[in-house]
């Protein structure tokens, strides 16, 4: 972007529906934050001096400050709090829950800029760029804060990666590679995303890497440098599309964790090879196979597929039939879990959004511009990933309790038999 295309909107007519929204918020702001003031120094009043004063007073304000908000700079006013109480032990301190220290802009501000970096927007042009919001407020995005909030983002997605896992404790993963349009200085590199499932069933990024066309050698870089964090623990499950690269590293890295091909590539990978006349209803008897609520029928779904499909159209059948076993891997774990483990949903789903911002960003970028920004772009979804269905179901996983067809079986231990008390349903509506 250069001068030339940023529009030059500060002689417009002044949005006068804006500034409302921007005074009353600022208005609203301060009477939550003087009530909380309040509450905080009545909380205190039991404090008191040798002389029978209050410890903890008001002070006056601290300087005013200005937080960069969607509709523009508000100003706010902080109380200042005193603790009139010498010597050397603990102060008390007051920080307003809406103001949190050193906050300069709102969390959905902290989003926006790398999106607004990957769309192709310079260090230079940020001031410009974002002008119809702030104002002329916009200088404290100049060149020189913008270039420290990029270095900061890589600083964070640097310590990411080096993050310590010796205490995680992964159940499942879901893993794949991303190619985007916002492309790296090398175009076959693509970006390799680890999404874990934790014991509590919570979902969190495990590891985000550029690596070279999804190769075996670039997955086991990615794993072997998990390892060396600290990973002992290998997943139960993984869950991937048909890149072998990732398959081939992990045999080697973590031999003990079980396959899950996804089944959205696996079908559209079939579908491709179907005319389209007949790929409707080929979707249709796919879903059958993985809807079905046992194995059992899930198997003579896909061999009626094959018989249906196999006498014209081999080169669909032989795709589905290569990856039986991986691709109903799933009936041995927790019905509960199904619908989360037939595909790599929580990775596209999450990178349909990331897609979204970059794709008109056909320029290319250093490989850290992209990682950084992307990095952000996923620790911000992150915060609105949901646990995992069925969470309590983890614990069985973890500790070995075979399934049949979701459901746990008994389990003998010397010569008592126990049941594994579950609450695993029998049918998984699609």
Not at 263 to 284: G, M
Not at 311 to 323: E, M, Q
Not at 356 to 379: E, P
Not at 416 to 430: G, L, S, V
């Amino acid at each position: 972007m250069n001068e030339n295309n940023i529009i030059d909107i500060k002689n417009l007519v002044k949005d006068s529906l804006t500034d409302f929204l921007r005074q009353s918020a600022q208005t609203m702001l301060h009477i939550a934050i003087e009530a909380e003031v309040e509450e905080f120094t009545k909380s205190y009043c039991q404090e008191k001096l040798p002389d029978g004063r209050n410890r903890i007073v008001r002070n006056g304000y601290l300087p005013e400050r200005g937080i960069q908000t969607g509709i523009g700079l508000v100003e706010v006013k902080v109380p200042r709090i005193r603790d009139r109480k010498g010597g050397t032990g603990a102060k008390i301190l007051f920080y307003p829950s809406w103001i949190p220290k050193y906050m300069r802009r709102t969390k959905t501000l902290e989003s926006l800029l790398p999106i607004l970096y990957l769309k192709g927007i310079s260090t230079g042009n940020f001031k410009d760029a974002l002008s119809p919001i702030f104002g002329d407020q916009a200088k404290n995005l100049s060149h020189s804060v913008i270039c420290r909030l990029k270095q900061s983002w890589l600083d964070e997605y640097n310590q990411f990666q080096k993050k310590d896992l010796s205490l995680k404790k992964y159940v499942y993963w879901w893993v794949d590679g991303i190619y985007l349009a916002a492309r790296m200085e090398n175009e076959k590199s693509c970006i390799l995303v680890i999404i874990g499932v934790k014991e509590d069933g919570t979902k969190e990024l495990v590891s985000l890497a550029d690596g070279f066309r999804e190769s075996k050698e670039s997955w086991q870089e990615l794993l072997r440098g998990l390892k060396h964090r600290g990973l002992t623990s290998a997943p139960d499950l993984a869950i991937g599309d048909g890149s072998l690269g990732f398959w081939a590293a992990l045999a080697e890295e973590f031999p003990k964790t079980k396959w899950q091909r996804c089944w959205v590539h696996k079908t559209q990978n079939i579908l491709d090879k179907l005319p389209k006349s007949l790929q409707e209803k080929a979707k249709s008897d796919l879903r059958e196979i993985y809807t079905s609520p046992t194995k059992k029928l899930a198997e003579q779904a896909l061999d009626n597929f094959i018989e249906t499909y196999s006498a014209k159209y081999l080169r669909a059948t032989d795709c589905l039939n290569k990856d039986k076993e991986e691709l109903l891997r799933f009936y041995e774990f927790p019905a509960e879990h199904w619908q989360s483990i037939r595909t790599t949903n929580p990775i596209e789903s999450t990178f349909a959004t990331v897609r979204h911002r970059t794709i008109k960003s056909k320029g290319c970028f250093s490989r850290d511009t992209i990682m950084m920004s992307v990095y952000k772009l996923m620790k911000e979804a992150e915060k609105n990933w949901k646990k995992l269905y069925g969470q309590k179901m983890l614990a069985d996983v973890i500790n070995l309790v075979e399934f049949k067809d979701g459901i746990a079986q008994k389990k003998i231990t010397g010569n008592i038999e126990q049941n594994i008390p579950t609450d695993a349903i029998h049918k998984i509506h699609a």
